[in-house]
């Protein structure tokens, strides 16, 4: 099985006029209110993307709705989403909807970039920390079975494809970004066969790449340098379930859940989303989310689009409306509203002067 | 009950699938579910000759042996009653005869201190781990981890009060891989109703016992819907009938996004094994560190402490740097398992005034002092307080 090894991944080709067509899946609970947040400041940007929205019920049995999420996003190659909501109370044959989707569409490489941000306080400073996890594969293959009754199986899976294939990608990353030092995180002391393939396949790709420093660290040690001493940390990869603690963690470090984008990148598709897939079913509707990871995925998609001018615009007006603690949402201690930060991003768009819309 | 044959049937059937290595567990499945909840202590094993108790000593690798050494020096000062007696593992053999000795002797004695044993990446992956096949053999199915502020360690952090309750020996540690596929690697990840029914009411009982309030299950069941979703629905039936604590459950990746920003609404917690290793030494980095935490195993018939994070601390071995609080408390909590309260409050005493008062700290939470000088300063307190003790 041969791994072809694309650099980059291809945006797909604008449709007429110079403008993009990206699926749009609002899903549940804060979803919908930000990703109108998202076509709104993108509409007053003038941003030639246009949205083909395809809403996805998570509360159907049927897998149909998914499917045609699916076959927009292969039609249009990227995505942005919410999260759509895993009701524990559905029978086990009910897959998770963002597992099916990231699975179908082989985004097997989920990117972190956790950085703090100067306006927002926290208990640790300058945190700038890349975790890359590897997102098809391990934990999440929801293979279960009860053979004996009162016994349950779950099944993890490694594979040599496709450590190699996320090991590639984080070392071509760090390279890319002129990173120093790659971490690998596992757990191969007791899981030997598993997780020790992995570390293998990453010492493998790591002597391909001399100027990268590469070492490993079990998650549990991980965990704890995390909460004292994050700084240390550069360039992460790791299997999936490892790959989402850790990331919450991160994510919690550098100011919670509201400030972090995340994307999914496969092959031939992107789907960008918050970084730690929250749905926000208490704060919906409430006009108390923050919209600032939703915004700042938004500006990874318009960079996966090569539209960077568009997307440095608007990261620069949301990282100045950060800093003014008058607008911190109630997640970071503040009494703002969502629609006062968006606001406050689009005056910033419009003071900086390009070609806007009337507010 | 048809429950209690249907259990004593699964035991037999997976029985040979496992071999010897859950111990005497036909037994122990045919009468946990009854005997669990009639007893709320565990016996202390007999004292021997004289009234004195005898304790097995594992050293371990890394700073084990150093800190172990400490221990001793400190409960021979204190004259406590109990003897050790030492039986070594060395961690670079592959035969199993080493660890099999230390399990022998756990079963004669009942109670253990151990170091941490290391396992080598390079040995081939039939060399299981030392630590989890003693875990397993001696079934200590419940890994209880207390973590709390210290006053005098400066942390991010304060008052941070949580009791940490980690199933200890199935989950993902059930070292069961294959690669039927070449390059493909499945790991099993056991989840058994017994086991989950078991340490779900082993962490009720506690939190009545401690008079805690909450209880927090830990899981990933929108993912792993029939595993820990099983885990969740145990610990569910075991909440009902104890209807004075609250029960509420999270999941893992939320539960360490709260944990660093907001630890303090935590009480306690209930999880499976790797959870349970992640959220330990999350809530151990929070409240200061891995020289801190002293960690205890329990099982039905034994109990096996040790430090909660389980280092072996290689890297700061013999250089007398090693911070000895968190063997030190582990002693205590051997002692208070022994019922010899009075020994266990002098030490512990000790150590806190030594970490909150004095403020004598080593390396890892920020001082300058050294091992020694710490147990030095311990001794010199315990002395102070009047009660009998050996020549300095």
């Not at chain 2, 830990?218 to 610990?235: E, P, R, S, T, Y």
Request: charged fraction near 20%.
């Amino acid at each position: 099985i041969k791994i072809s090894l694309v650099c980059a991944s291809q945006p797909p080709p604008a449709q007429y006029g110079g403008r993009h067509t990206v699926t749009l899946i609002p899903g549940d609970g804060i979803g919908p209110e930000l990703a109108n947040h998202v076509r709104e400041l993108f509409r007053f940007c003038c941003v030639p993307v246009d949205f083909e929205v395809v809403n996805v019920d998570s509360t159907m049995a049927s897998e149909d709705d998914i499917n045609n999420a699916i076959m927009a996003i292969r039609r249009n190659g990227v995505a942005l989403k919410g999260n759509l909501e895993t009701n524990h109370n559905l029978p086990p044959s009910y897959k998770s909807r963002n597992n099916l989707l990231r699975t179908t569409l082989d985004l097997y490489a989920n990117v972190m970039h956790c950085q703090s941000l100067p306006g927002v306080r926290t208990r640790h400073r300058n945190i700038d920390i890349m975790i890359i996890r590897e997102n098809t594969e391990g934990e999440y293959s929801s293979l279960e079975h009860e053979n004996v009754p009162g016994v349950v199986e779950c099944l993890k899976i490694i594979t040599r494809t496709k450590s190699l294939r996320i090991a590639d990608y984080a070392f071509r990353t760090a390279r890319e970004k002129g990173r120093t030092r790659v971490t690998a995180v596992h757990k191969a002391n007791i899981m030997k066969l598993g997780d020790g393939l992995f570390l293998e396949c990453c010492k493998e790709v790591a002597s391909g790449y001399p100027e990268i420093t590469f070492d490993s660290m079990i998650v549990d040690n991980t965990t704890m340098q995390l909460v004292s001493r994050p700084q240390q940390f550069d360039v992460m990869v790791m299997p999936n379930l490892y790959g989402n603690v850790v990331s919450n963690v991160c994510a919690g470090l550098v100011g919670g859940p509201g400030l972090v984008p995340g994307a999914n990148y496969g092959e031939d598709y992107a789907v960008f989303e918050t970084g730690t897939r929250n749905t926000g079913k208490s704060i919906a509707n409430t006009n108390t989310a923050n919209p600032t990871a939703m915004l700042l995925a938004s500006c990874l998609l318009l960079d996966h689009l090569k539209l960077h001018a568009y997307a440095n615009m608007i990261r620069r007006a949301i990282l100045s409306t950060v800093t003014e603690t008058r607008l911190h949402t109630a997640d970071l201690g503040g009494q703002g509203s969502t629609s006062e930060v968006v606001q406050s991003i689009m005056k910033a768009v419009e003071s900086t002067g390009p070609r806007t819309l009337s507010l | 009950m048809a429950a209690h044959s249907a259990v004593l049937s699964v035991s037999k059937i997976i029985n040979p699938f496992w071999g010897g290595r859950l111990g005497n567990t036909v037994k122990v499945f045919g009468t946990t579910l009854t005997s669990h909840r009639n007893k709320t202590q565990r016996a202390p094993p007999p004292a021997k000759y004289g009234g004195r108790h005898t304790v097995t000593l594992i050293p371990g690798d890394g700073i084990g042996p150093e800190l172990l050494n400490h221990v001793r020096e400190v409960f021979r000062f204190s004259c406590v009653p109990v003897d050790f007696e030492v039986v070594h593992v060395n961690s670079a053999l592959e035969t199993e005869e080493d660890i099999n000795n230390a399990i022998t002797a756990i079963r004669r004695n009942g109670v253990a201190l151990k170091g941490n044993i290391e396992t080598k990446h390079t040995m081939p992956p039939s060399v299981k781990s030392r630590n989890n096949l003693l875990r397993t053999s001696l079934d200590l199915y419940a890994n209880v981890m207390h973590c709390q502020s210290l006053p005098g360690v400066q942390t991010r952090h304060q008052n941070i009060d949580i009791m940490i309750i980690r199933e200890n020996t199935e989950g993902e540690y059930s070292s069961l891989e294959h690669e039927n596929v070449p390059g493909v690697v499945e790991s099993l990840k056991i989840i058994t109703r017994n086991n989950s029914l078991r340490i779900a009411e082993y962490a009720f009982r506690l939190a009545r016992e401690k008079g805690r309030r909450r209880v927090t299950a830990v899981h990933k069941a929108n993912i792993m819907k029939l595993g820990d979703g099983l885990f969740l629905q145990c610990c569910r039936e075991v909440a009902s009938g104890y209807p004075d604590i609250t029960f509420d459950s999270m999941i893992v990746d939320n539960t360490t996004m709260q944990l660093v920003s907001k630890p303090q609404q935590f009480d306690v917690m209930v999880m499976p094994n790797l959870y349970g290793n992640v959220v330990s030494n999350v809530c151990a980095g929070l409240v200061g560190g891995p020289g801190l935490v002293p960690g205890a195993n329990y099982g039905r018939d034994y109990a096996v402490f040790e430090t909660a994070t389980r280092n072996t601390g290689k890297s700061i071995a013999d250089k007398n740097i090693a911070n000895p609080t968190a063997m030190l408390l582990a002693g205590c909590m051997m002692l208070d398992h022994l019922k010899l309260h009075d020994h266990a409050s002098s030490i512990r005493n000790a150590i806190f005034t030594t970490m909150n008062e004095n403020r004598l700290h080593t390396a890892d939470i920020g001082g300058q002092g050294t091992t020694s000088e710490v147990v030095q300063s311990v001794m010199r307190i315990i002395q102070s307080k009047g009660q009998l003790t050996a020549e300095f």
